[in-house]
């Protein structure tokens, strides 16, 4: 099992270190708490970006729906 520091974190999703901090206070990414230090697993990590890319294409695809009905009238 191999456990990421914050900034091990920020590089691998490409978010800054203040970021990643932020998502911790707010418990909006899976971490632990290992004597004081928080850490990461890699694979709860993984499957957290995944969940993320899957919530923005579904959103993508309701907001393509929302267009296309705007742009018709109501009619798909």
Known sequence: ?????VKDVAVIVRLSVPTIRRYT???EIPF??????VRFKKS???EWVEKREAAKCSARAELGVLFS???????V
């Open 1 to 5: 099992m191999e456990y990421l520091t």
């Open 69 to 75: 009905e705007a742009k018709t009238g109501g009619k």
């Open 25 to 27: 206070m707010n418990k």
């Open 32 to 37: 632990h708490k290992i004597n004081r230090a």
């Open 44 to 46: 709860e990590i993984e």
